[in-house]
């Protein structure tokens, strides 16, 4: 059952007219890019949407083409170095900013972003953001799924270039087989520098 939040969002039967999700996966990490995520639905959205850390693998993987063929979808990815350049504030604003402008996302739309910060631009009007969107609107939901799919396929691949880290495991988290595997062989290319656990294992 597709759920509808509460106010002025516009419907046509269950589809969300022209509102935009955007969610994003990848902040903690301490290997890897920021990948945020908004989508816009164009036909109706598959059931089973929920926060994607509510989901197994399997059941992501599954629903993340259905999203991208009933939605408009635009990535904002900002590499490790580019975080490190800029904070992870201002790397979120232009991971917005880029899956915005990828998607082409107009100044009036309506948009749901998932937290309690607004990322984007102020030129953008008519934002709202709701702690546990993810959970709350579908939208925001298929964003949600969408980004982790898409990143944890990515931290995948970035295994075979780098295969003494584990990423194909814990995709850049910090879990103990990450903290290991960082004090045997020090932080990759595509660690984040400006995290402190990093910092500690650097060379």
């Known amino acids: 059952m597709i759920m509808r939040p509460k ?37 109706e959205l598959p059931p089973g949407l929920k926060d994607s850390k ?13 999203i991208e063929t009933v939605c408009k979808i635009g990535e904002g990815w900002v590499q490790p170095e580019e975080i490190d350049e800029l904070g992870l504030t201002k790397a979120m ?12 996302v107009q100044e009036d739309v309506e948009i749901i972003m998932d937290g309690h910060i607004n ?12 702690i546990g969107a993810d959970k709350k609107y579908p939208i925001v939901s298929a964003a949600s799924i969408y980004a ?7 931290m995948k691949r970035a295994a075979q270039l780098y295969p003494n880290y584990g990423f194909e495991k ?11 595997m960082l004090k045997n062989y020090g ?11 990093v910092q500690s294992y650097a060379i």
Request: hydrophobic share 35%; glycine share 10%; proline share 5%.
């Open 119 to 130: 990322y984007c631009p102020e030129e953008y009007s008519k934002v709202v953001t709701v």
């Open 54 to 66: 509510e989901l197994t693998t399997k059941q992501r993987e599954l629903l993340a083409p259905e």
């Open 148 to 154: 982790k799919v898409k990143r944890d396929a990515h």
């Open 7 to 43: 106010g002025r969002f516009c419907y046509q039967g269950n589809i969300m007219i022209k509102t935009v999700g955007i969610d994003e996966v990848g902040r903690g990490c301490w290997a890897g890019p920021l990948l945020v995520v908004a989508a816009q639905a164009k036909a």
């Open 170 to 180: 814990h995709v850049g988290y910090g879990t103990e087989l990450h903290r290991l």
């Open 93 to 104: 604003q232009l991971g917005v900013v880029r899956a915005l402008l990828t998607l082409g």
């Open 187 to 197: 932080p990759s290319r595509i660690h984040r520098y400006s995290y402190k656990p």
